[in-house]
């Protein structure tokens, strides 16, 4: 499960091969910031089209991007940066496509996580992947920040429901984890997440609460049925984060603590190829 879960996950970033993680500071100007903007007040996917010439294969790229974008649907917002433009500086360094190979197509979900990223030659219908689950959105949002996910799979139909949440919610409670963990609630019977619970082998008509924990870039190091505990869910986060005392692995002078982001933390860890590598 686990090499599956982050194969899928590493599929929706597979930008994060060859750039930085979403966060590098720059100055938030030009009309690349602007879109962002725009695209998460208006809840919209935004499509970028990033290049740093006119040579022939970024015309051709272009052919294909726009055909994908015409595409994709819930209609997206659509966008050209040249990385080259100093105006630009600050959508450059926030997705931290500076140096990468161009042209490259990157994805955005509404909530600003990156959902896809593809290195010429890409095609449309990798492009049309980086439509994902509302869940598969939170939980990229939440890994790319460097967090770990606890994604609790239940609904009114699931048994155990409360005790499965009870590690959960100490596990949040306690401050040496709560900037670092992000909770997630995926109700097993949304139809739109099917996809999702399919990746994680999990029934839609499971009768008992089940929670999974991820770490970054995607890996799934656990999946608890039923009845949780805080010592559990830390278990499974450290034992497989590197052996730190906390998710991520991180440790300091004051116990466990948010693991700052770093720059390439996001990367899947010798997953997928950039496309049409």
């Known amino acids: 499960m686990t090499r599956v879960v982050a194969g899928v996950l590493a599929a929706a970033v597979g930008l ?82 500076r140096g990468a190979p161009m042209p490259l197509a990157l994805a955005i979900a509404p909530n600003g996580a990156i959902t896809g990223g593809f290195a010429a ?4 219908e990798q492009i049309a992947t980086a439509l994902v689950t509302p869940c598969t ?10 967090k770990a996910v606890i994604l609790c799979v239940q609904n009114r139909n699931t048994k155990l429901n409360d005790a499965a949440m009870k590690g959960v919610q100490d596990l949040k409670a306690d401050p040496k984890y709560a900037t670092s963990t992000e909770i997630i ?45 805080k010592e559990m869910i830390v278990k499974s986060l450290t034992v497989k984060s590197g052996g730190g005392c906390c998710p991520g692995g991180a440790a300091g002078a004051k116990g466990c603590g948010p693991t700052a982001a770093q720059p390439g933390a996001a990367k899947p860890a010798g997953t997928a190829k950039p496309a049409g590598k």
Do not use: H, W
């Open 185 to 229: 609630t995926l109700d097993p019977s949304d139809p739109a997440e099917a996809k999702l619970l399919a990746t994680l082998a999990i029934d839609p008509k499971i009768d008992q609460a089940q929670t999974v924990c991820l770490l970054p870039p995607g890996q799934a190091v656990a999946k608890l049925a039923g009845a949780t505990t």
């Open 137 to 146: 959105q939170a939980s990229l949002k939440a890994l790319q920040e460097s």
């Open 16 to 97: 994060m091969l060859t750039v930085g993680a979403v966060g590098a500071k720059g100055e938030q100007s030009g009309k690349g910031m602007a879109a962002v903007e725009r695209a998460a007040k208006a809840k919209k996917y935004l499509l970028v089209f990033f290049f740093a010439d006119d040579a022939d294969q970024t015309a051709s790229m272009r052919l294909v991007f726009n055909r994908a974008a015409d595409n994709f649907v819930p209609k997206p917002m659509r966008l050209e940066i040249n990385v080259t433009d100093p105006a630009e500086a600050g959508i450059v360094d926030k997705y931290g496509v």
């Open 121 to 124: 030659p890409f095609t449309e």
